[in-house]
């Protein structure tokens, strides 16, 4: 079983900027797609980003142009750069891996991420 540990949450003002890393155990890293999902109080947990395993990237309406998702195999990390952050981005941010391996399409569903990090709280003050 994967063990994924998302580190890099904070407290910052609106406009600014923060970089979360999730780090994966085990060896298959390279060939699952990671995704990025957000748990806002009093909501249902909602997707943020995904990256594939050959590095393409999907974004929520959302977030697009303001965070970028990217991955490095070397260390097992996938990374989320958030710029521009808002009230409306506070949550608790969730990373996810894909269920299968080399799976083509990337994929936002929820139900196809079936290990998930421990969360790491991002709080935007206006």
């Known amino acids: 079983q994967v063990q994924l540990v998302e580190s890099g949450g904070g407290l910052v003002q609106g406009g600014g900027s923060l970089r979360l890393s999730c780090a994966a155990s085990?060896?298959?890293?390279?060939?699952?797609?990671m995704g990025w999902f957000r748990q806002a109080p009093g909501k249902e947990r909602e997707f943020v980003a995904a990256?594939?395993?050959?590095?393409?990237?999907t974004y929520a309406d959302s977030v697009k142009g303001r965070f970028t998702i990217s991955r490095d195999n070397t260390k097992n990390t996938v990374y989320l750069q958030m710029n521009s952050l808002k009230p409306e981005d506070t949550a608790i941010y969730y990373c996810?891996?894909?269920?299968?391996?080399?799976?083509?399409?990337?994929?936002?569903?929820?139900?196809?991420?079936?290990?998930w990090g421990q969360g790491t709280q991002v709080t935007v003050s206006s």
């Open positions: 996810a891996r894909d269920r299968g391996q080399w799976r083509q399409v990337l994929t936002t569903a929820q139900t196809n991420f079936d290990s």
């Open positions: 990256i594939g395993w050959g590095g393409g990237t």
């Open positions: 085990g060896r298959t890293f390279s060939s699952y797609n």
